[in-house]
């Protein structure tokens, strides 16, 4: 199950979480996966430190993935589709899709399935 992210709260998303993947697509179409520390800034996400084949890949495919992985165990991960410029060290990411998600085998046992909109698996994002 899905929770959309409103962009204008991702900045309290992103605080929440620890490290994020960055996911990038190669020359031969295989996904290409580094671990990342993404910070939020006026404009968008900032991501540091990518290596030359990172920062390649987004030069060619701008289209971009970042996958924060839950915190706590059966929590949700913070999905965040953006599109990417490339620069020395890193790049800035402009997010355009965001969501909470987890498996519904991951729901609380005991939440009422009638507590939102989603079911028993998902929290409106303001209550995230």
């Not at 913070?78 to 060290?89: H, K, M, N, S, W």
Request: proline share 8%; hydrophobic share 40%; net charge negative.
């Amino acid at each position: 199950m899905s929770v959309k992210v409103d962009l204008d709260e991702l900045a309290r998303h992103v605080a929440a979480y620890g490290f994020a993947y960055l996911v990038t697509v190669t020359d031969d179409h295989r996904t290409h996966v580094v671990a990342v520390r993404p910070t939020m800034e006026a404009d968008g996400l900032r991501v540091e430190g990518l290596g030359a084949r990172t920062r390649a890949n987004v030069g060619v495919r701008p289209d971009v993935t970042l996958v924060w992985p839950p915190v706590t165990d059966g929590g949700y991960t913070l999905i965040v589709d953006g599109r990417a410029r490339p620069d020395d060290d890193g790049a800035a990411v402009t997010p355009t899709h965001a969501v909470l998600h987890r498996p519904a085998a991951d729901a609380p046992e005991g939440q009422p399935s009638d507590a939102t909109s989603c079911g028993a698996d998902c929290v409106p994002v303001a209550d995230a």
